[in-house]
């Protein structure tokens, strides 16, 4: 159903077609809202506002003679998290970071490398296959348009999960008892540990470390640093979990078929361009925050590959368990071995042959 707002953008776009017909170049405004649930310390977020925003506009001008102008709504100001894909459903926001781990359920195909332990550590193949992975799989873009009034416009990426803990531990046995905050979709992966997995967010992440809410956050090194969570914690076990797709830039659809062509195609070409930038970015600041936790006097070590084939071999069969409840919600649930196959297609080597027990 087109809304108000989507019809005074088709009147825009009829008026700005109008105007430019017969040689007249003359370019017409869109205003866009953006936002997210996390500020811009978050890099994903600061490559929306630094790189993805910025190019839209620089490039509407140069190459249509169109204007943007943008409203910037980032750290919950429009949309906390788990708020983002309502906000742009209803049109409160014409575009976000939907961050998928903030909606399980409404996207619950879309966590599908969370389903998938100990995927790629490298953010930059990563970046691709979820890209892969949407294009291959039609369906996910569908529940998106058909569900909940929106346009797939691109994929993020963060870095490599790894356990951040404000104890030292070397044995699996060590985390029985201890509280573990992760996001949610991530839980699953603290089967069999003993540890009491306690959902959480990073917007308050840092608190909760400091008064024992938790001890200690499935986390990966960016956000360590930039959440500043090395102040309240004493090691980083670096368990390879996997670098996953949680960002998720998502527009309005009647936003976007409000605007002119020309505009849509580069605002989607953008959004291959955010998902191929993170990877590398995400990369690189994977690499120096590692090296800058060890500056910083946080003891960080590398599981090796036997507490990663022993932690993978006790959990239950989570990419099977997923597969069946994304079928049963009426969504694409083949997209978990989808992706499986495309990493090991890619070279990557499972601590446990998850394709071979489906």
Aim: with cysteine; aromatic share 8%.
């Amino acid at each position: 159903m087109i809304t108000m707002r989507g019809i005074l953008r088709l009147v825009a776009v009829a008026i700005a077609a109008a105007m430019m017909s017969g040689g007249a170049a003359q370019a017409a405004t869109f205003k866009l809202k953006i936002g997210a649930g996390h500020p811009p310390v978050g890099l994903w977020v600061a490559t929306i506002k630094d790189v993805f925003v910025p190019r839209i506009t620089d490039r509407v001008a140069k190459e249509t003679g169109h204007k943007i102008e943008w409203t910037e709504a980032y750290g919950g100001t429009v949309c906390k998290l788990g708020e983002c894909l309502e906000a742009v459903e209803s049109g409160l926001l014409d575009l976000a970071d939907v961050h998928v781990p903030t909606e399980p359920a409404k996207l619950l195909a879309h966590n599908f490398m969370f389903f998938v332990p100990f995927g790629t550590s490298d953010p930059r193949l990563a970046a691709k296959t979820v890209w892969d992975v949407y294009e291959s799989t039609p369906a996910l873009k569908k529940v998106l348009e058909e569900r909940y009034n929106q346009v797939f416009i691109g994929p993020g990426i963060v870095g490599n999960y790894g356990l951040v803990t404000n104890f030292k531990w070397t044995n699996v046995s060590e985390l029985r008892g201890r509280k573990i905050a992760a996001i949610g979709p991530n839980m699953p992966w603290l089967q069999g540990t003993g540890a009491v997995g306690v959902q959480s967010t990073l917007n308050e992440a840092y608190t909760s470390m400091q008064t024992g809410v938790y001890d200690g956050w499935v986390m990966l090194a960016d956000p360590i640093l930039s959440f500043k969570l090395n102040e309240v914690s004493k090691q980083f076990v670096d368990m390879d979990f996997g670098a996953i797709a949680t960002p998720l830039i998502t527009m309005n659809k009647d936003a976007f078929n409000g605007l002119p062509p020309e505009v849509r195609k580069i605002i989607l070409e953008e959004g291959k361009h955010y998902n191929e930038v993170m990877g590398r970015v995400t990369y690189e600041k994977q690499v120096a925050s590692v090296a800058r936790m060890k500056e910083l006097g946080l003891e960080v070590r590398q599981a090796d590959a036997g507490m990663k084939e022993a932690w993978a071999k006790q959990l239950a069969n989570i990419p099977k368990q997923r597969f069946e409840e994304i079928n049963k919600a009426r969504m694409p649930g083949e997209v978990v071995y989808v992706y499986v196959k495309a990493l090991k297609a890619a070279g990557h080597k499972f601590p446990r042959d998850w394709e071979a027990e489906r």
